[in-house]
């Protein structure tokens, strides 16, 4: 179900939900970011199943439409009952785009849709709450700094909303360039170690190290409970 009224005992509350929606259309320097919707299936399908966005974790890439059909509710959730998840984001119409020439990345072009990506709430158990942090962008745009503009405006909207949940982001270091973009947008290494059964599995025998980082630190609680993911 799309994000047309937040209903509340059975009536629609409109200056709720527009002020739970503040941040459901944004610009950045470079991006125009727009709350994820299933409209959006397709699109970010697409990209959820280039193989090229998965060179650090080959086996676990989404080639069934579902998870992605899965993935855009748990967007919607986060939106409709927290104010902020997931965007869809495209290159901004209005303005120039530094570093990003079209004849250096042949098809780009300004407000042409190039991934998704944003923080959304989840429930540490029975320990509170945080924010994930998380994109996928597609290729021909990596290494202009488009994710870490998203990240940084991603994580100041989540210290806006729910200023007393941590957001994190929970990396393999075999992805070194998403452990950078973290950083970058002042994320911090809370833990690092082996990963659980589970994620050694998809591995595949590729030795590999989960790294969470935080914008602070997390309660004990917490932290174990997100260690125990792996």
């Not at 009224?5 to 929606?21: C, Q």
């Not at 609680?221 to 993911?229: F, G, N, P």
Request: charged content about 20%; proline content about 7%; hydrophobic content about 45%.
């Amino acid at each position: 179900m799309g994000r047309s009224g937040a209903l509340y005992g059975g009536v629609v509350d409109a200056a709720g939900y527009f002020e739970n929606m503040r941040f459901a259309s944004e610009l950045t320097p470079r991006l125009q970011l727009d709350a994820l919707e299933p409209v959006d299936l397709d699109a970010v399908f697409a990209i959820d199943s280039d193989p090229r966005t998965w060179t650090h974790l080959p086996r676990a890439r989404i080639v069934d439409r579902r998870l992605t059909e899965e993935m855009l509710s748990m967007v919607d959730r986060s939106w409709s009952e927290h104010g902020l998840g997931s965007w869809i984001v495209r290159l901004r119409h209005d303005m120039a785009l530094p570093g990003l020439e079209p004849e250096i990345i042949p098809g780009l072009e300004p407000g042409m849709m190039v991934g998704s990506g944003g923080v959304n709430l989840f429930p540490a158990g029975k320990h509170g709450a945080f924010w994930n942090l998380g994109y996928r962008l597609h290729p021909d745009c990596w290494g202009y700094g488009l994710a870490t503009e998203l990240s940084i405006y991603a994580i100041r909207c989540a210290q806006t909303v729910r200023p007393e949940a941590p957001v994190i982001a929970r990396v393999l270091s075999t992805n070194p360039a998403s452990v950078a973009v973290a950083q970058k947008a002042g994320l911090r290494v809370m833990w690092e170690g082996e990963p659980a059964e589970a994620t050694c599995k998809v591995l595949d025998g590729v030795q590999a190290n989960r790294i969470i980082l935080a914008d602070r630190r997390p309660s004990a609680k917490v932290l174990d409970w997100l260690v125990s993911l792996g």
